[in-house]
């Protein structure tokens, strides 16, 4: 399993997100960076900090 902390990124928040895969992780964490932080594009750099935090567990 892959876990990545949103805190890592945007630091307060608490959300964390557990998937098979990186993939979804991604799946999760992007809607919920639009919902909640108003990110609405996920850049290159953002996916690269974000697939640099994603641990397995
Ligand atoms: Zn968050």
Redesign the pocket.
């Known amino acids: 399993m892959k876990r990545f902390a949103?805190g890592d990124v945007?630091p307060g928040?608490n959300?964390t997100f557990t998937a098979a895969d990186e993939a979804g992780i991604f799946a999760q964490a992007v809607p919920?960076?639009a919902a909640?932080?108003g990110i609405d594009e996920v850049t290159p750099e953002l996916e690269a900090t974000v697939r640099s935090l994603i641990s397995t567990v």
Do not use: M, T
């Open positions: 949103c945007i928040c959300a919920h960076a909640e932080h």
